[in-house]
């Protein structure tokens, strides 16, 4: 029998799994330097002009630096055009398996060197499992984003995703209450912050970084079940023991850690769709 009971897993699952729709919508939405307003402007002028650029032909040595000028900043905007940002005309046309991975390569390498900054202590500091679980509350976060891109934005069916990929328990939330009752509202809340309504990329990082050690906080219910979240290389995780250059064993171990937890919520995700 489990030492923790399903109820519970539920009870500390749906608060963090409401937090999340804020924080993803935010990172989703957020445009701090609108960007996506000026890729999709220039993805329209390269539509209107055929794919090129209007030439003009220099008059004048001020003429030749000011087209040097304008031909890098085209160039710039071109790459911004195609690049993979929410927002972007490219993010429109990605799949949501490409999307999966803009997730774990983009948002998760950044939770993950939030979750090992404990590492830096070395073993002494993992006395406490404080990276165990901001590792758990980055990984239930990139899980809930994925779900989120295949079209599965439950409440509870994203409780169930995330108690079968970083627990291995099959739940069924439907026997524990609402999901949407008035305490799950009032803890997400004060979980969620404000990441999208941050106005430059590092206030947002930021507000992304105390979201993730927020929701890691609510999970220390969790703390019996750590050892069953998907982990890093043995090796990493060996080096993370090691004070100072631990920080770097437990980075490492937590982004191969969380491409694990990836990988199993997108199969997880596709076996439920496919009963569907």
């Not at 109820?7 to 919508?25: E, I, W, Y």
């Not at 630096?65 to 905007?77: E, H, K, N, S």
């Not at 799949?95 to 979750?115: I, K, L, N, Q």
């Not at 990276?131 to 169930?160: F, K, T, Y």
Request: one cysteine or more.
């Amino acid at each position: 029998m489990p030492a923790i009971p399903d109820d519970h897993v539920v009870r500390v699952l749906r608060p963090f799994v409401a937090a999340t729709g804020p924080v993803l919508r935010g990172l989703r939405d957020a445009d701090p330097f609108r960007l996506g307003r000026l890729a999709r402007r220039r993805a329209l002028e390269l539509q209107e002009s055929g794919g090129r650029a209007p030439e003009q032909a220099p008059t004048s040595r001020r003429g030749k630096v000011a087209r040097v000028a304008r031909t890098g900043r085209a160039r710039a905007l071109d790459r911004l055009a195609t690049s993979k940002l929410p927002g972007t005309p490219r993010w429109q046309t990605m799949s949501p398996e490409e999307r999966d991975d803009w997730w774990v390569s983009r948002v998760g390498r950044f939770t993950s060197v939030v979750a090992s900054i404990p590492g830096i202590g070395g073993a002494l500091a993992r006395r406490l499992p404080v990276s165990d679980i901001l590792g758990l509350a980055a990984q239930g976060l990139v899980i809930c984003a994925i779900a989120g891109e295949h079209g599965l934005n439950g409440r509870d069916e994203q409780v169930r995703l995330l108690a079968s990929v970083l627990f291995g328990r099959d739940v069924d939330p439907s026997r524990h209450g609402d999901p949407h009752a008035a305490d799950v509202e009032r803890e997400a809340g004060e979980l969620s912050g404000t990441v999208g309504e941050e106005k430059e990329e590092r206030g947002r990082l930021s507000a992304l970084a105390r979201a993730v050690w927020r929701m890691g906080s609510t999970l220390w219910g969790l703390q019996s079940e750590l050892d069953r979240r998907p982990k890093g290389n043995r090796a990493w995780r060996t080096l993370a023991n090691v004070p100072v250059v631990g920080a770097v064993g437990s980075y490492r171990s937590e982004r191969s850690g969380l491409k694990r937890a990836a990988r199993a919520a997108a199969r997880w995700v596709a076996r439920e769709q496919g009963r569907r």
